[in-house]
């Protein structure tokens, strides 16, 4: 792994080399250190930008590797497990050097959290899930689907919904970095809790500027990287806090309550008006929380 000349915890954009692979972050903010994982998986992470955390924490967010300046696997868009995930993050935390950081993983970067905290409990003061499960496939599949036919039904009048539908059809025939993005900006009304009632004003230029790289959610071997952490999480011995919008279709209310029930110890947030953006749904009441999450678990 190569070492830049500057400060790893200097503002601004770093890079690193794991595994031969380029690793990119960028330093945002003063304060007790809190490692930012964004989701997707193949989502950019600038989406995940939190100034105000910025005022209290030294927010580290990692660019995953197959996203943006950082490099891509040989089998690329295959072998981004969470295993592989957890691997680079623990060289960042080890190039960082700092004791006692705290992992925030947002979605998908939720899973990689708790799979890393799960296996180095001793690297890390506390996690935040953010809209994050204990398990994926068929279980985590048809609540969703449950949580977007509810979404419909609310919405059944509005002229977008034919769109937003149509983008859920099409998950599972994405294979380039076009059509994720294609499929990710046509989603994003489903992600909010009043995308349409807000959406001149906030979010439109949101959904433009969204970028992504497909990666397919499989092993090199073309096995599913599959998700089961509920016999493992109830050994969890790191503090949690577990963070969900009232009306995310994805990562939804029922996971962070089984997610607080298995976590001995964890601390709920339910965000009443949010969907999946609890950071720009409702900022103030997301980073208070979180700040004092973190500073009272600082080191």
Known sequence: MSTPLSDPLSP?????????????????GSGPVCVAHSGGPGIFWEYLRMPELERHLTVVYTEPIGTGASGRLHSHPHGYTRDRYSRFLLALLDHLDVPGV??????????????????????????????SAPVTGPEHGAEAMRLVQEFATRH?????????LEAFQAIPAISNDEQMAAVVQGLLPAYFADYWGDEEEKWAALRSSVSCTHISGLDEDLTPDAIDDRQELGTLAVPAL?????????????????LHKLIPGSQLLVLENSGHFGHIEEPERFQRAVIEFVTAGAV
């Open 102 to 131: 705290h992992l925030l993983g947002h979605s998908h970067g939720g899973f990689v959290v708790q799979h890393f905290a799960l296996r180095h409990p001793g690297r890390v003061a506390g996690i935040v899930l953010y809209e």
């Open 156 to 164: 059944a009048a509005h002229p977008g919904l034919p769109g937003v």
């Open 242 to 258: 577990v963070v969900v919008g009232r009306h995310d279709v994805i990562c939804g209310v029922r996971w962070a309550e089984e």
């Open 12 to 28: 601004g954009t770093h890079t690193i080399e794991v595994e031969g692979v380029a690793q990119r972050y960028h330093v945002h």
